[in-house]
């Protein structure tokens, strides 16, 4: 299951990177991945670049490129779909398509492609988990890391305290429509329609407030059916497999970077896991933001764009 589109309990991911001048690449189009074809795209007019990782797994980029033109005001921002899913090549059911190495080698080979030297990595929700991996396997390559409502470094009892907050936001008439609605999206007539009606009641447990749903502008459900049934069914669930009890803290010893965590006071994600980020990376700090939750940027924007800003006005690319 997925952490955002599988159970109600996983959600969303995003990363960037830096470059001394951007690339003359189009605006969109596709690049070659580890194997697979990645869609991406260019939003903002910025001087460097930052490669924005979406969550999920198993989604795709459009959910979270609409909501971050803010950053783009100053950055150029490079979004990309992950393997298996949105507008990247579609692939078989095969677990080794989708170990947590294929998506870190995805990143690399994008960052070769796009001429980038050392990046910026900046993750939503799942993202992290490919950020942190990356960060491992190429330490060399990374200059600073963000992250936004991350997963923790450890599994740990994640899921059972994670699925726990989400379903106590719910009624149980609720919870059981999306659980109808998941499988819709994998087996359904519509998996689009399903998509949006998911989503439509998906976002009340991961916003601090029911009003601040209306901020959040991304489209959740903007791929056809084959890519949504893919995320679901497919890349989601494998990736997901991938991971197992992961506990990425030993690496993470050996990870230099600067790193700034983001995390809402009232996510559903608990804030003492996420702390061990703070632990286990030599230089990271956390910043608790009140009165949010998954969807920080949106509901506290006044907090997490000054934040990220002086995050990188203040740490060498």
């Known amino acids: 299951m997925l952490l955002d589109t599988l159970p109600l309990w996983l959600a969303p991911l995003l990363v960037a990177c830096h470059a001394v001048a951007p690339p003359a690449f189009p605006s969109e189009g596709r690049a070659a991945g580890a194997g697979a074809a990645l869609f991406y795209r260019f939003v903002g007019e910025g001087s460097d670049v930052l490669v924005m990782i979406h969550g999920g797994p198993g989604m795709d980029s459009g959910y ?39 998506h870190v080698a995805d990143l690399e080979a994008l960052r070769q492609h796009f001429g980038l030297e050392r990046m910026t990595l900046v993750a939503h929700s799942f993202g992290p988990m490919i950020a942190a991996g990356y960060a491992m396997a190429h330490p060399e390559r ?27 936001r719910l009624t149980p008439e609720e919870r059981s429509l999306l659980a109808t609605l998941e499988r819709d999206m ?33 489209d959740f459900c903007s791929v056809d059916a084959a890519a949504i049934r893919s995320g679901m069914a497919v890349a989601g669930p494998r990736t997901l497999e991938s991971l197992g009890d992961w506990d990425y803290r030993p690496g993470l010893a050996h990870v230099a970077a600067p790193t700034l965590v983001l995390h809402g006071d009232a996510e559903a994600i608990p804030m003492d896991l996420v702390e061990e ?3 286990a990376l030599p ?34 690319p």
């Not at 100053?74 to 080794?96: C, T, V």
């Not at 329609?193 to 959040?216: D, G, M, N, Q």
């Not at 509901?299 to 990188?312: K, Q, S």
């Open 283 to 316: 230089s990271a700090r956390l910043i608790h933001v009140p009165g949010a939750a998954h969807f920080a940027y949106v509901e506290r924007p006044d907090v997490v764009w000054p934040a990220i800003e002086e995050f990188l006005r203040s740490t060498p």
């Open 142 to 168: 990374v200059a600073r890391m963000i992250f936004l409502g991350p997963l923790p470094p450890r599994s740990g009892k994640l899921w059972k305290r994670y699925g726990d907050n989400i379903d106590a």
């Open 186 to 218: 994998t087996s359904g007539p519509d998996p689009v329609e399903a998509c949006r009606a998911y989503w439509a009641l998906a976002l009340k447990p991961r916003v601090a407030r029911p009003e601040l749903i209306s901020r959040v502008r991304g």
């Open 64 to 102: 979270l490129w609409p909501d971050f033109q803010p950053l783009a005001q100053q950055h150029r921002l490079l979004f990309y779909d992950q393997r298996g899913g949105g507008r990247s090549e579609l692939l078989p059911d095969d677990p080794a398509l989708y170990t947590m190495e294929r």
């Open 277 to 279: 980020w703070t632990t």
